[in-house]
């Protein structure tokens, strides 16, 4: 079982408020399991591998370290980047010339994938490495998983935004009456659904919610509308990015794709806003949160942030008693009271699949979920990150990437 040599750990994709507490959980376990080997960062995620942008993480100040249990953004920067079949030979002339043995590498769905082709390159190089996959998705699409790290911060962080703008909207007298929350989820939809967990009262915000897992229809969505305006005098909607039509097609896109060749999506918000003002002749706005939605660490998930600490430990518990080329999971454990554990998933079985939200927490009308959504979702948004504060403002800790710089010429 035992494989002597180094250990590289990396980011890939969109930072969660969260996801430096799994680089936390890595780099702290392998510092402190007593291995012989060095631990590696590659900066920038993969492609910073192939760049020979690469530092040890024992030149870090253990405190510094630690202090990304409390900051957002990706602590050891990422990247957006498909390895080719060129880039598997210097890759692996890399991993071998570090005498890298160990792979953590944290993010989502086309990480998982990057993960996975990196564990096949290195077995048809004959080069010996144990890969893991730390998960990470603020989208909570990841298969075989009860929950992602990274979707409890950004759920908490939401339904706190609409109690709070749906407070705004119901309290001042404008001519802006109605309120469209354009949220993150390409094609699942369980962000947007989490906003539902800030309503307490019938009349309470959101009043609609639509979601990529069913059709959007323009007329139903301009009948919604009406119908609660009529009946409050105000009406607040949530809406994904990603939501569709009865063929499948985004509603709203820029027509560009990204380095996976996702097509990006961009102005949902706007066009629901001025097809409401158009439409209806009612006055809206549109509140488009963007990257606060992954980065608002002030407003964390400690159930969250310890969660992802936990998938980063256990990622090189697993990779030291053996396992290789398979990702961490969270499971449920148990509702009342809430506990969760980890396990595992083979890689292959993760990358590029989405998991969606299930059709049968939509309710009938299509524009909101129901009960059982709430009582999956509530546990995974308890407690609050303790964060050192200096003048006012959060005091989050930055990595010194010119110490430990590695040569691999």
Not at 38 to 67: F, H, P, T, W
Not at 240 to 267: K, M, P, R
Not at 278 to 292: D, M, S, W
Not at 311 to 336: C, F, H, I, N, W
């Amino acid at each position: 079982m035992s494989l002597q040599g180094n250990a590289l750990v990396a980011q890939s994709g969109g930072p969660s408020a969260v996801i430096n507490n799994s680089i936390c959980g890595v780099i702290e376990t392998w510092l402190d399991s007593g291995r012989q080997g060095k631990i590696y960062a590659g900066i920038s995620g993969i492609k910073g591998v192939l760049n020979g942008d690469i530092v040890d993480l024992a030149a870090q100040r253990r405190e510094d370290v630690a202090g990304l249990r409390y900051t957002p953004g990706a602590g050891i920067f990422s990247c957006r980047y498909k390895v080719s079949a060129v880039d598997h030979e210097k890759l692996i002339s890399i991993l071998k010339k570090l005498n890298i043995r160990y792979f953590f590498y944290n993010g989502g769905n086309d990480s998982m994938d990057t993960a996975y082709k990196t564990w096949r390159a290195a077995a048809d190089a004959g080069w010996e490495m144990r890969v893991i996959g730390v998960p990470k998705t603020i989208d909570n699409d990841l298969p075989f998983c009860d929950h992602s790290p990274g979707f409890g911060s950004a759920a908490k962080y939401i339904a706190a935004t609409v109690r709070e703008t749906g407070i705004d909207l119901e309290s001042v007298s404008t001519k802006n009456k109605v309120t469209i929350l354009e949220a993150m989820g390409r094609d699942a939809g369980w962000l947007t659904a989490a906003s539902a967990l800030s309503r307490r009262f019938p009349d309470e915000a959101p009043h609609l919610i639509y979601l990529p897992e069913v059709p959007f229809y323009k007329e139903s969505f301009l009948s919604d509308v009406e119908r609660v305006y009529k009946q409050l005098g105000y009406c607040y909607v949530v809406v994904s990015e990603g939501i569709s039509d009865e063929n499948g097609e985004y509603c709203f896109t820029s027509g560009a794709v990204d380095a996976f060749g996702h097509v990006q999506l961009s102005g949902v918000g706007i066009a629901l806003k001025d097809m409401v003002e158009r439409e209806i002749g009612i006055r809206a706005r549109c509140n488009t949160l963007g990257t606060a939605q992954r980065a608002a660490m002030h407003f964390a998930s400690k159930t969250d942030a310890d969660e992802a600490y936990m998938a980063g430990k256990t990622a090189v518990e697993y990779a030291l008693a053996g396992k290789s080329g398979v990702m961490v999971t969270l499971q449920r454990a148990s509702d009342d009271p809430y506990r969760c554990v980890c396990s595992e998933v083979e890689l292959d079985k993760v990358a590029n699949i989405e998991q969606k939200l299930p059709v049968e927490w939509i309710n009938e009308q299509h524009n909101y979920v129901t009960d059982e959504f709430i009582r999956y979702a509530r546990p995974l948004i308890e407690g609050e990150v303790a964060i050192p504060m200096k003048h006012g403002l959060p005091n989050y800790v930055r990595l010194d990437f010119s110490k430990g710089r590695v040569s691999i010429d």
